[in-house]
């Protein structure tokens, strides 16, 4: 049945479908902050692929994480459905589109979204929960990511002491969307100029990258490139004056944190996938990042230093 259900309606558990890539499962978090603020006492487990799945493992508000993983045998996807059926839903959000919500029998269950009207990600996630949501008004308290004061114990121990710094996130997953690597090595030599610390970004694959850009400018950059856990890694955008990424997870997880970001550009179109914080620019000048000189870059940061 599609109605709307209420703060006040009887939801005691609900699954949220999410999604797999890192950047995708951070546009996803609005809903989860959603979620808590209306229904808080209820219990809430997640679907998420693996790469993400650690955002969420250690989060109090997060019941149970549930790894999904897309290359089980059909057996074990049988036994797998069963399990999850044994689990009795009242709610199930899904925001891949599956047939999930309808073979798990829960009471209310999101629509599959075939709309085409044009708008960011992370807004049709948030009209899909609006058609079965009465009265949802984003944004709501943040839920989604929790920093422990473990956590943020060794987030400062990784920045040392270092304050007013810029977050720089060379890396991106898909090549094209990479900028070149001298242009870093240019803003970093401004952002240097303008009295900025550095601290270069990025996961494990981004770590050879990070050791170019540290030879070349060898004073005032901190390389946590692949040293961060995902939670960690918000740890230290969180405390980041600005952050300088490509079209990315980290861009993505930079604006749920709501810091000043400068993106960049290139195949594809920041009107659906860009930044989203409060306070964002986007340099983007054609399909090819090679299009992007560092002083188009330079520009786009004045208004945040």
Not at 63 to 70: M, S, V
Not at 240 to 256: F, P, V
């Amino acid at each position: 049945m599609f109605f709307k259900l209420s703060r006040s309606s009887k939801v005691d558990h609900i699954l949220l479908v999410s999604l797999s890539n890192i950047g995708d499962v951070v546009m996803t978090f609005p809903v989860v902050d959603a979620l808590g603020a209306f229904f808080p006492r209820a219990r809430l487990e997640v679907i998420v692929g693996p790469k993400a799945a650690s955002f969420f493992c250690s989060n109090p508000h997060i019941d149970r994480t549930i790894p999904f993983d897309k290359h089980m045998s059909w057996r074990q996807a049988l036994a797998w459905l069963a399990a999850m059926r044994r689990s009795r839903y009242d709610l199930v959000v899904d925001l891949r589109n599956s047939s999930l919500p309808f073979l798990l029998r829960a009471r209310t269950v999101t629509r599959p979204a075939f709309s085409s009207a044009p708008m960011h990600m992370k807004d049709k996630h948030l009209t899909r929960l609006g058609l079965i949501l009465e009265g949802l008004k984003p944004p709501y308290p943040r839920r989604a990511l929790v920093l422990s004061q473990d956590d943020r114990k060794v987030v400062e121990g990784y920045l040392g002491g270092c304050k007013d710094y810029v977050a720089v996130a060379p890396g991106a997953a898909d090549e094209r969307k990479r900028w070149s690597e001298a242009g870093f090595a240019r803003l970093i030599e401004y952002f240097h100029g303008r009295g900025k610390a550095v601290v270069l970004v990025g996961d494990g694959q981004d770590a050879a990258t990070a050791r170019r850009l540290m030879t070349g400018n060898p004073g005032g950059v901190l390389d946590l490139c692949g040293k961060t856990s995902l939670v960690e890694l918000a740890g230290v955008l969180e405390g980041a004056a600005l952050a300088l990424t490509n079209d990315s997870g980290i861009m993505h997880l930079a604006s749920y944190l709501d810091r000043p970001i400068v993106a960049l550009f290139g195949p594809t179109d920041p009107f659906y996938y860009g930044p989203w914080s409060s306070a964002c620019a986007v340099v983007r000048q054609g399909a090819s990042m090679a299009q992007i000189s560092p002083q188009d870059v330079i520009a786009a940061t004045e208004r945040f230093l």
